[in-house]
């Protein structure tokens, strides 16, 4: 709360705004209760590197209980930062970002990879495009997960966990790839099959959206090119507007 008191009171100073008295009041009751949680957050700590543990648990709870009151007080959400379907397409928003705004859109249902088709599911959505949609969009988001490893966890067969009919390919060229000083001071593990000579974008649903892979083989064990598309950079695009 000090860091948001400042800031607006030097903007006022500079323009000689009166602050009602009102405000001024509730001001120093949240600056208090700033100070109170800030020395909690000491104090529990504090008592814990001396030895009494159980006193910490206890300065947390209270700690919680200002922050509780500090939600109720400045807690806006509703209605703030609004994004609209068409404007997120436009930005190419994916996740959260772009459900919230009223695309059912989710690479889970879409790509349909992995087991996710195997198992039930909805995809997460709010058409009011703000950042109490995006919240709900994720909090929603979390018990659908849960829901999926329930699933997974009942459904999941026997058998092996990797695909042992490939084999690793001949490396008598490049015997250093089995050297000490490669696997366990470079830390650098043996390729294991060859790229084919061709190009491929592979996607997942990441938690902030798209996370895609593009990459180009040229019948070696390295790609010739790997590309990387964050989806949390291209979603902060939107920023500015």
Known sequence: MFTEA?????????????VPKRA???????????RIASHLLWLGPFMADIGAQTPFFYIFRERELIYDLFEAATERVEGVGII???????????????????????????????CYDEVDWEVQWQKEGDSLA??????S??????KIIQQALEGIPGGPYE????????RIKDP???????????KKPSPTFELSK?????RVEAPKGELGIFLIGDQSVFPWRWKIRPPGFINLQILPQ
């Open 176 to 186: 250093e790839w089995n050297d000490f000083e490669y696997r366990f001071i470079s």
């Open 198 to 202: 061709q190009e491929l974008y592979v």
């Open 84 to 114: 609209g379907a068409e404007e997120a397409l436009n930005w190419g928003l994916s996740g959260p970002m772009l459900r919230a705004s009223g695309i059912q859109w989710d690479l889970r249902k879409v790509d349909r990879y992995e």
């Open 163 to 170: 695909n042992l009919e490939i084999r690793r390919f001949d």
């Open 141 to 146: 988001e979390m018990t659908e997960s849960i």
């Open 134 to 139: 995006r919240y709900l969009v994720r909090i």
């Open 24 to 34: 001024s009041y509730i001001r120093a009751i949240m600056l208090e209760l700033s």
């Open 6 to 18: 400042i800031t607006v009171n030097g903007p006022e100073q500079l323009g000689n705004i009166q």
